[in-house]
């Protein structure tokens, strides 16, 4: 008689990593209360919103309501299933890339986002982690010819480039630059070879610097961060708005619901430019405890991704820390000055549903990475610094 393979065990889940659950979950409750903090004025002055001061702490609520128990369900769902998802998601980032530009709602000149289903949907955040999942599965399985530039190197750079390309066309030239520094941690991480990865430093430097010389508005966004008060009333005035915010918060802040520029002084209070809003209402000690909260999330990520026995896991945990810092870092760096403007959100304390859902779900790969560690088969040793 002709013997049967022994059927595959289903592996079982370890312990949620309940100190992220918990930092995630005070990081969203404190976003609420900011939110509503920070956008209630100006909604109850504005028309788009049919003068509604609860508009967008309720859209808030809805949002996190069904994404913090989405980020939950999917910590169950072995991490290893994704990698069957890795081309159905590369496709469907770059068929909704083009479908921005065809479709979508065109604001300041720019088209990045899209209505589907009466819901409004930032397809590069979308494609931020379909681009990282591709990326982790192929640099996994051809670990072994990443050092070469033809095999391993090359096929990665072209999908970084026509995602970051679809991105620029929009234009959106931050979103395309944090993607373009993902895709080279990735690298970095997925084990290429040291002197082509400092040769490619150099050119992404210079195609930086030329993308932002071809386009006048690009140049006056990056130098006015340098003196906003040469244009206060045009590109310097968010972040001088931002300033005076920082400036009255002192150690301890004005007090919560007492910000002076959220009063339709500051534009974008509500999302781009939250993290000013909370130093000027709880200080220099707010916005530091912030700081820490997320300090905290990339640390756990960090030691998820060192510690995972499975390289195509570690890579992606690495992945979803480096996108998440990344977030933290411009956001925050706007607010201080210490980044030129862009539009990104502070994540899960901004408003905004496609960065909350999308973040909350990236937690939930996170976690699950974390439960299923112990389980991992395979004969690939933890990443410990580079695969």
Same mark, same amino acid.
């Given at each position: 008689?002709?013997?049967?393979a022994?059927?595959?065990?289903?592996?079982?889940?370890?312990?949620?990593?309940?100190?992220?659950?918990?930092?995630?979950?005070?990081?969203?409750?404190?976003?609420?209360?900011?939110?509503?903090?920070?956008?209630?004025?100006?909604?109850?002055? $504005?028309?788009?919103?049919?003068?509604?001061?609860?508009?967008?702490?309720?859209?808030?609520?809805?949002?996190? =309501?069904?994404?913090?128990?989405m980020?939950?369900?999917?910590?169950?769902?072995?991490?290893?299933?994704?990698?069957?998802?890795?081309?159905?998601?590369?496709?469907?980032?770059?068929?909704?890339?083009?479908?921005v530009?065809?479709?979508?709602?065109?604001?300041n000149? =720019?088209?990045?986002?899209?209505?589907?289903?009466?819901?409004?949907?930032?397809?590069?955040?979308?494609?931020?982690?379909g681009m990282?999942l591709y990326?982790?599965?192929?640099?996994?399985?051809?670990?072994?010819?990443?050092?070469?530039f033809?095999?391993?190197?090359?096929?990665?750079?072209?999908?970084?480039?026509?995602?970051?390309?679809?991105v620029?066309? #929009?234009?959106?030239?931050?979103?395309?630059?944090?993607?373009?520094?993902?895709?080279?941690?990735?690298?970095?991480?997925?084990?290429?070879?040291?002197?082509q990865?400092?040769?490619?430093?150099l050119?992404f430097?210079?195609?930086?610097?030329?993308?932002?010389?071809?386009?006048?508005?690009?140049?006056?966004?990056?130098?006015?961060?340098?003196?906003?008060w040469?244009? *206060?009333?045009?590109?310097?005035?968010?972040?001088? #708005?931002?300033?005076?915010?920082?400036?009255?918060?002192?150690l301890?802040?004005?007090g919560?619901?007492?910000?002076?520029?959220?009063?339709?002084?500051m534009?974008?209070?509500?999302?781009?430019?939250?993290?000013?809003?909370?130093?000027?209402?709880?200080?220099?000690?707010?916005?530091?405890?912030?700081? *820490? *909260?997320?300090?905290?999330?990339?640390?756990?990520g960090?030691?998820?991704a060192?510690q995972?026995?499975?390289?195509?896991?570690?890579?992606?945990?690495g992945?979803?820390?480096?996108?998440?810092?990344?977030?933290?870092?411009?956001?925050?760096?706007?607010? $201080?000055?210490?980044?030129?403007? $862009?539009?990104? =959100?502070l994540?899960?304390?901004?408003?905004?549903?496609?960065?909350?859902?999308?973040f909350?779900?990236?937690?939930?790969?996170?976690?699950?990475?974390?439960?299923?560690?112990s389980?991992?088969?395979? $004969?690939a040793?933890?990443?410990?610094?580079? =695969?």
């Amino acid at each position: 008689m002709e013997r049967r393979a022994p059927a595959k065990k289903k592996r079982k889940a370890g312990h949620i990593d309940y100190p992220i659950v918990l930092m995630i979950g005070l990081l969203c409750a404190f976003g609420l209360v900011m939110v509503f903090s920070a956008s209630y004025y100006y909604a109850q002055n $504005t028309a788009s919103v049919g003068y509604d001061g609860y508009y967008y702490i309720r859209k808030q609520a809805i949002y996190l =309501a069904v994404g913090f128990p989405m980020m939950l369900l999917i910590s169950f769902v072995d991490f290893k299933k994704l990698e069957r998802f890795k081309l159905i998601g590369i496709l469907v980032s770059i068929v909704l890339l083009i479908a921005v530009l065809a479709f979508g709602q065109e604001t300041n000149g =720019a088209r990045r986002w899209i209505v589907i289903g009466g819901q409004s949907i930032q397809p590069s955040e979308i494609a931020k982690f379909g681009m990282m999942l591709y990326m982790c599965s192929f640099m996994a399985k051809k670990h072994a010819v990443m050092q070469s530039f033809a095999k391993g190197m090359l096929p990665m750079l072209l999908v970084i480039g026509v995602i970051c390309g679809l991105v620029m066309l #929009q234009p959106n030239m931050s979103m395309a630059v944090i993607m373009g520094l993902m895709g080279y941690a990735l690298l970095f991480i997925g084990g290429c070879d040291t002197k082509q990865m400092l040769l490619l430093l150099l050119v992404f430097i210079g195609l930086f610097a030329l993308l932002a010389v071809i386009e006048p508005y690009r140049m006056a966004r990056l130098t006015s961060f340098v003196d906003p008060w040469k244009d *206060a009333l045009g590109d310097g005035y968010q972040l001088i #708005q931002s300033y005076y915010a920082l400036g009255s918060g002192g150690l301890f802040g004005v007090g919560l619901n007492n910000s002076k520029q959220k009063l339709l002084y500051m534009t974008y209070g509500e999302s781009d430019f939250i993290f000013a809003i909370v130093c000027e209402e709880l200080g220099l000690v707010g916005g530091v405890l912030v700081i *820490a *909260a997320y300090g905290f999330i990339i640390y756990r990520g960090i030691r998820i991704a060192l510690q995972c026995r499975d390289r195509f896991g570690s890579m992606l945990a690495g992945g979803i820390t480096v996108v998440f810092g990344l977030q933290v870092f411009v956001n925050i760096g706007v607010c $201080t000055g210490l980044l030129p403007t $862009t539009g990104q =959100a502070l994540p899960f304390i901004s408003a905004g549903g496609s960065s909350m859902m999308i973040f909350l779900a990236a937690m939930g790969v996170l976690l699950s990475i974390s439960r299923y560690n112990s389980l991992t088969q395979g $004969t690939a040793a933890p990443v410990k610094g580079r =695969a």
